[in-house]
């Protein structure tokens, strides 16, 4: 059970909301349009959740927001197009590069479930 003390308060709503806009002015750089989306969206989200009294719903809108503004710094690369038809990439500091192990294994393990799949139910999933 939560105490009143513990509870989301609307001050930390409004923390997590000027911390994902502070998020995606970061990320989004000077693509106005991307940031004029975003900051939208993160309103309507926001005003559509402002009457909510379930303390866990709170909590929950509010783990949701950290996540979002986890995503967007760690996992969105902003491409900048060039003059040469080519783009640059804006890797700030807090992205994730990996190796791409995960990927290829994962990718592997799919290619294999799916011919599995395939020759166990016949051509077109057994029909």
Same mark, same amino acid.
């Not at 719903?57 to 060039?82: C, M, T, Y």
């Not at 807090?94 to 139910?121: P, V, Y």
């Given at each position: 059970?939560?105490?009143?003390?513990?509870?989301?308060?609307?001050?930390?709503?409004?923390?997590?909301?000027?911390?994902?806009?502070?998020? %995606?002015?970061? =990320?989004?750089?000077?693509?106005?349009?991307?940031?004029?989306?975003?900051?939208?969206?993160?309103? =309507?989200?926001?005003?559509? !959740?402002?009457?909510?009294?379930? =303390?866990?719903?709170?909590?929950?809108?509010?783990?949701?927001?950290? %996540?979002?503004?986890?995503?967007?710094?760690?996992?969105? =690369? %902003?491409?900048?197009?060039?003059?040469?038809?080519?783009?640059?990439?804006?890797?700030?500091?807090?992205?994730?590069?990996?190796? !791409?192990?995960?990927?290829?294994?994962?990718?592997?393990?799919?290619?294999? !479930?799916?011919?599995?799949?395939?020759? %166990?139910?016949?051509?077109?999933?057994?029909?």
């Amino acid at each position: 059970m939560s105490s009143a003390a513990s509870s989301p308060s609307r001050q930390a709503a409004i923390t997590a909301y000027r911390t994902l806009l502070r998020t %995606q002015r970061e =990320v989004f750089g000077e693509d106005i349009r991307a940031i004029q989306a975003a900051k939208k969206e993160t309103y =309507v989200r926001f005003m559509q !959740n402002k009457d909510e009294t379930n =303390v866990d719903i709170l909590e929950e809108k509010l783990k949701l927001a950290d %996540q979002v503004n986890s995503l967007l710094r760690k996992n969105v =690369v %902003q491409g900048v197009p060039r003059d040469d038809n080519t783009y640059e990439l804006r890797i700030t500091k807090d992205i994730e590069l990996g190796d !791409n192990d995960s990927i290829r294994k994962a990718k592997g393990s799919h290619r294999k !479930n799916r011919k599995k799949a395939a020759t %166990q139910q016949g051509c077109c999933g057994g029909h």
